[in-house]
């Protein structure tokens, strides 16, 4: 297996994309620390865990734009766990309105959740991991974060913000032998896109060369190979894993 004797931190991982990549990293023998923002969806995933590996997963609960809550909680994983060899930050939001009428809060909101997050939990565990000189960084990006979209100003801004944060946080890494590297989603079938119009699925399907939506599944492929041995000479990259709609 390849994630044996190793800890795996995967925030937002109680629902769709964040429950795919720990239930992944999971299967191929990590212990999983399992994040999300509210307590009884960090026991969901922790339970399905439970079922393929006894005592191989723990829940913790936080809302990743609390800084001074995620340090706590990096402290617990790492006091509880022992180590950190990678870090899944996949935590998100979207409050889309156009920036006319956009509001600071639903700004701020997409903001402190999707950039200063992965800011603040990075922090939590890069002492540790320098320390043990190795690890593994996946940040969860988007495809919009790289393109662009109408009515979606505040979390453009936030997935193009961790683009230049992995990029930047690689280089200064490189040397303790700690690869970061981001992947960026295209429409992916989650229960937050299941709402959507049958309308808009199949106009946002068009233009996927791929003829098709994504699944977590095929984000959570892309991030094990990059958490993984077989891609410790890649750093700084942002994987588009979108059917080809950016190419």
């Known amino acids: 297996m390849r994630f044996e004797n190793q800890v795996a931190i995967v925030t937002g991982a109680g629902r769709g994309i964040g429950q795919a990549i720990a239930l992944r990293l999971a299967n191929e023998g990590a212990r999983v620390a399992c994040v999300s923002r509210t307590e009884a969806n960090a026991k969901s995933i922790v339970d399905q865990i439970h079922s393929i590996r006894a005592d191989a997963a723990k829940a913790y609960t936080v809302d990743v734009a609390d800084h001074a809550a995620v340090q706590k909680i990096g402290a617990r994983v790492l006091d509880d766990f022992g180590r950190a060899d990678i870090l899944v930050n996949n935590a998100g939001i979207t409050r889309d309105v156009l920036a006319m009428r956009m509001s600071l809060e639903n700004w701020d909101a997409v903001i402190n959740t999707n950039l200063r997050g992965v800011f603040s939990f990075t922090q939590s565990v890069i002492r540790a991991m320098i320390k043990q000189r190795g690890g593994r960084i996946v940040n969860i990006s988007s495809v919009i974060g790289l393109m662009g979209n109408a009515g979606q100003t505040n979390y453009a801004a936030s997935k193009a913000g961790v683009i230049g944060f992995t990029k ?64 410790g000479y890649i750093t700084g990259q942002v994987l588009c894993v979108d059917g080809g709609i950016v190419m």
Do not use: C, W, Y
């Open 168 to 231: 930047s946080l690689a280089r200064e890494l490189a040397s303790r032998n700690i690869t970061v590297n981001a992947v960026a989603p295209g429409f992916i079938t989650t229960d937050m896109t299941a709402g959507l119009s049958d309308e808009i699925k199949n106009s946002i399907q068009s233009k996927i060369p791929l003829g098709k939506t994504g699944t977590p599944e095929d984000i959570a492929n892309a991030v094990a190979f990059l958490a993984s041995s077989e891609a």
